[in-house]
Nanobody, 115 residues
Framework: QVQLVESGGGLVQAGGSLRLSCAAS????????MGWYRQASGQQREFIAR???????NTADSVKGRFTISRDNAKNTVYLQMNSLKPEDTAVYYC?????????WGQGTQVTVSS
């Protein structure tokens, strides 16, 4: 019933930009905290950013100043604008939704940044 579908990943050169999208269905979108994690090859999944149901945002120190999370409740979509991309940003990026103890995850979208 719950489905999160990421899109917008791809191959970019260092210094470039991408905007990831996550379209949600099967949830009351405005009641959920939405966010992004990433997982580089051989590494643990890393928190990137979240946008709470009350309007607060948080971003990880590793991407602060470069990545911006936003959401459009009318479109049931959360975005991750990624600027000044670095090779170390290469990872699979996952969208998540959280409502109390309930969590849902997307399948991920690959972002590759070439040097």
């Amino acid at each position: 019933q719950v489905q999160l579908v990421e899109s917008g990943g791809g191959l970019v050169q260092a210094g470039g930009s991408l905007r990831l999208s996550c379209a949600a269905s099967g949830i009351s979108f405005s009641l959920n905290t939405m966010g992004w994690y990433r997982q580089a090859s051989g590494q643990q999944r890393e928190f990137i950013a979240r946008y709470t149901n009350s309007g607060s945002t948080n971003t990880a120190d590793s991407v602060k100043g470069r990545f911006t999370i936003s959401r459009d409740n009318a479109k049931n979509t959360v975005y991750l604008q990624m600027n000044s991309l670095k090779p170390e940003d290469t990872a699979v990026y996952y969208c998540y939704a959280r409502y109390y103890a309930y969590e849902s995850w997307g399948q991920g979208t690959q972002v590759t940044v070439s040097s």
